[in-house]
């Protein structure tokens, strides 16, 4: 896959490519990240990218001029890319989303700074993504964000059944983990982990993940379609809690 970012601060945002597995999907070749500094694409003596909002107010606005000189280079290079714009008006970014973006051969993400971008930017973009309601002073975390999210649904990126047990992809929230060492100041690991016992297992983690996200996440507890393991787990559940009530 190939992900393109075009940046004012493009240091900043180098960063996401030199830590943990996307680190070495870059080096396998699995994902092609490539950043661009906007002030390479402007013309002036001082590399100027923004100006003055026409119509008055505060703040200031991306200038129109780099972008189309950018997106006029980066196509002759590679092509027609889906270009996302990172913005708080966005498409809420999701695990669903995500692994949406994942299934585009090649994504350009543009990230805006000051109050937004020139209106007729928008001209070139795909699709508006936003990380979440809250204000940023620009978009270059939601631009990792982005492709931290996407990079996981890259096959290869990491392992597949690891993706699946993840929250979110069956509209649960994940079961606990626990490693070594078995005791740890008198706090055990549950007794069903160590028995060697796969179906017990699966079934006591489907429990803790129906028990988990029906208090803290009641929302995607009621939208979640039960499968037979939910089932058996749900039954379990609510026999152990009667059997401790009586
Ligand atoms: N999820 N920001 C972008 C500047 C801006 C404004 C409008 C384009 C259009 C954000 C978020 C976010 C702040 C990044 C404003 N660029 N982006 N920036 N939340 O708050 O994505």
């Given at each position: 896959?190939?992900?393109?970012?075009?940046?004012?601060?493009?240091?900043?945002?180098?960063?996401?490519?030199?830590?943990?597995?996307?680190?070495?999907?870059?080096?396998?070749?699995?994902?092609?990240?490539?950043?661009?500094?906007?002030?390479?694409?402007?013309?002036?003596?001082?590399?100027?990218?923004?100006?003055?909002?026409?119509?008055?107010?505060?703040?200031?606005?991306?200038?129109?001029?780099?972008?189309?000189?950018?997106?006029?280079?980066?196509?002759?290079?590679?092509?027609?890319?889906?270009?996302?714009?990172?913005?708080?008006?966005?498409?809420?970014?999701?695990?669903?989303?995500?692994?949406?973006?994942?299934?585009?051969?090649?994504?350009?993400?543009?990230?805006?700074?000051?109050?937004?971008?020139?209106?007729?930017?928008?001209?070139?973009?795909?699709?508006?993504?936003?990380?979440?309601?809250?204000?940023?002073?620009?978009?270059?975390?939601?631009?990792?964000?982005?492709?931290?999210?996407?990079?996981?649904?890259?096959?290869?990126?990491?392992?597949?059944?690891?993706?699946?047990?993840?929250?979110?992809?069956?509209?649960?929230?994940?079961?606990?983990?626990?490693?070594?060492?078995?005791?740890i100041e008198g706090?055990?690991?549950?007794?069903?982990?160590?028995?060697?016992?796969?179906?017990e297992v699966e079934?006591?983690?489907?429990?803790?993940?129906?028990?988990?996200?029906?208090?803290?996440?009641?929302?995607?507890?009621?939208?979640?379609?039960?499968?037979?393991?939910?089932?058996?787990?749900?039954?379990?559940?609510?026999?152990e809690l009667m059997?401790?009530?009586?």
């Amino acid at each position: 896959m190939r992900v393109g970012v075009v940046t004012i601060f493009p240091d900043f945002v180098k960063v996401i490519k030199d830590y943990g597995v996307i680190a070495q999907a870059v080096e396998n070749g699995l994902i092609d990240i490539e950043i661009f500094n906007l002030r390479d694409f402007t013309t002036d003596k001082h590399k100027v990218v923004d100006d003055y909002p026409y119509g008055g107010g505060p703040g200031m606005v991306m200038k129109p001029e780099p972008f189309f000189r950018f997106f006029e280079f980066y196509s002759q290079k590679y092509g027609k890319p889906y270009v996302l714009l990172t913005s708080p008006q966005g498409r809420r970014l999701t695990n669903n989303f995500a692994q949406e973006l994942a299934s585009k051969e090649h994504i350009l993400i543009i990230c805006g700074r000051y109050e937004g971008i020139d209106e007729r930017v928008s001209h070139f973009v795909d699709e508006e993504v936003s990380i979440g309601d809250y204000v940023l002073t620009g978009g270059e975390l939601p631009a990792m964000v982005v492709i931290d999210a996407v990079s996981r649904f890259v096959p290869g990126v990491v392992e597949e059944e690891s993706v699946k047990n993840d929250s979110f992809y069956n509209d649960l929230l994940d079961h606990p983990h626990y490693t070594r060492p078995r005791e740890i100041e008198g706090l055990k690991v549950p007794e069903v982990l160590v028995s060697g016992n796969h179906e017990e297992v699966e079934l006591w983690r489907r429990k803790e993940s129906l028990k988990k996200t029906m208090l803290k996440r009641p929302d995607l507890f009621i939208k979640h379609t039960f499968d037979e393991l939910d089932k058996k787990a749900l039954i379990s559940l609510f026999r152990e809690l009667m059997s401790n009530a009586q």
